[in-house]
């Protein structure tokens, strides 16, 4: 069964730029959360999706946004990149997260911002 | 005050002994909770979760429950250096916006 896939695993971008992270999870799961990783703030939600719905959204800047395709195949996107938004960003995909909490976390995709 | 705390460590003990890892949340309403193991470079994975006051054993790991004090622990016992990692505590908390919230996580090393 293959696990939850995240590309690109590495970009570099400047600030003002905008970047767009792409997330596939487990063949079934139709819900996909998507954490901003540092070593300061540790994991730190940005939002979750569900049957192309947003269920969730954390407490991060509108310039964080996200959608859910048919297929639960997720994008998330950032726009006006800014230094503190490099990061590993991480999307987790689950049957049911908010019930069973099981979280299949993908490889990340490492963002640096210059 | 931060939803989830833990002690960011690192925490050092040697092999075979005892790892204790805590961790404390605000929302008294929060019903479920999550211990999640991270190696260096990898990403986060479910080892156990626990629902009820009390302990929750799973093989060398136990959970710990607490809700009137609102703590949640993990023990490892007969700790291995392959448990090297931070381990991620997470709360399923209610309110509104329903979501999993993780603290900064502890870091374990076992040493030979």
């Known amino acids: 069964k293959a696990g939850v896939t995240q590309t690109p695993r590495y970009l570099i971008k400047t600030r003002g730029q905008q970047v767009t992270l792409s997330c596939s999870p487990i063949?079934?799961?139709?819900?996909v959360s998507w954490y901003q990783q540092t070593p300061g703030q540790g994991l730190q939600f940005l939002f979750e999706y569900f049957s192309e719905t947003q269920r969730n959204k954390g407490n991060f800047p509108g310039r964080f946004s996200g959608r859910q395709f048919s297929n639960s195949r997720s994008e998330m996107n950032v726009s006006t990149l800014e230094l503190g938004d490099s990061a590993l960003y991480l999307c987790?995909?689950?049957?049911?997260?908010?019930?069973?909490?099981?979280?299949?976390f993908g490889e990340g995709s490492r963002l640096t911002v210059l | 005050q931060k939803e989830v705390e833990q002690n960011s460590g690192p925490l050092s003990v040697p092999e075979g002994a005892i790892a204790s890892l805590n961790c404390t949340y605000s929302?008294?309403?929060?019903?479920?909770f999550f211990w999640y193991r991270q190696y260096s470079g990898k990403s986060p994975e479910l080892i156990m979760f626990?629902?009820?006051?009390g302990d929750k054993e799973d093989g060398r790991f136990t959970a710990q429950l607490n809700k009137a004090s609102q703590y949640v622990s993990l023990l490892i016992r007969d700790s291995q250096p392959s448990d090297s990692a931070t381990y991620l505590c997470a709360v399923r908390v209610q309110g509104g916006s329903e979501k999993l919230v993780f603290g900064k996580g502890t870091k374990l090393t076992v040493n030979p």
């Open positions: 063949s079934g799961h139709r819900s």
């Open positions: 626990i629902y009820s006051n």
């Open positions: 929302d008294r309403g929060s019903q479920s």
């Open positions: 987790a995909s689950s049957l049911l997260a908010w019930i069973t909490g099981e979280l299949f």
